[in-house]
């Protein structure tokens, strides 16, 4: 039976809805334990869906996970990662950092490395590159996106994603709660679900394009 991305979505949510229930109730310590691990076997899981999902649709096409680093074009640079990739046919297609919680020095930094990527690993990505970043609560303010987008560039590459929707210190009744404790936005979810899959398929149909160009050309 083909896998659809609606039940890729069900099924991601089912996952997130376990874990949120798992994490009520936590503080400090085991709750940074159990956030991290947590929420990147999540997203691994719902990434590697996705790639399943397509990779039944288009079975022609070379679609790979992977967690390394890229190398740089030049030999004196370093190189650059994010902690998930998906090459298609070759190609780094889409790029993503998981992050429990995100504030201002975290989002500058990561939108440094994707600088990095695009400016010395050029060879290596695909030409429609996307890249995402992930979080239970994302505490930055627009003006910090402007800056980003103004002093690194490539924002119409990237996307953030806020599972809650939420600040960190957010108050209930006048009692902290967790990021569990309110649950998860399912908007949010979906929109993150198409995102992925939708950058790879673009890829994977602009390299039947590129393919169908060369042939043509040697005929």
């Not at 890229?70 to 790029?95: I, P, T, W």
């Not at 010395?120 to 910090?144: A, E, H, Q, T, V």
């Not at 590459?157 to 806020?162: L, M, T, V, W, Y």
Request: proline share 2%; aromatic share 12%; hydrophobic share 30%.
């Amino acid at each position: 039976m083909e896998t659809s991305i609606h039940s890729v979505i069900e099924k991601s949510k089912e996952l997130l809805t376990e874990q949120f229930e798992n994490g009520i109730g936590l503080r400090s310590t085991p709750l940074k334990r159990y956030s991290g691990k947590t929420l990147e076997t999540w997203s691994e899981l719902t990434i590697k869906d996705i790639i399943m999902c397509l990779q039944e649709k288009y079975p022609q096409a070379k679609i790979e996970w992977g967690k390394g680093y890229l190398k740089s074009d030049f030999k004196d640079n370093g190189d650059e990662r994010l902690d998930q990739h998906v090459k298609v046919n070759g190609k780094y297609a889409y790029m993503q950092e998981d992050r429990a919680w995100v504030d201002k020095p975290f989002y500058t930094l990561k939108r440094a490395v994707v600088r990095n990527i695009m400016l010395s690993c050029k060879s290596k990505l695909s030409p429609n590159i996307k890249f995402g970043l992930i979080g239970y609560s994302i505490d930055i303010k627009d003006d910090l996106v402007n800056t980003c987008n103004y002093t690194q560039g490539y924002g119409d590459r990237f996307e953030r994603f806020s599972l809650t929707g939420r600040a960190r210190n957010m108050k209930v009744n006048g009692k902290t709660v967790n990021w569990y404790e309110t649950g998860f936005v399912e908007e949010t979810v979906v929109k993150y679900i198409n995102y992925v899959y939708n950058i790879l398929e673009e890829s994977i149909k602009n390299g039947w394009v590129v393919s169908r160009r060369l042939f043509r050309k040697n005929e």
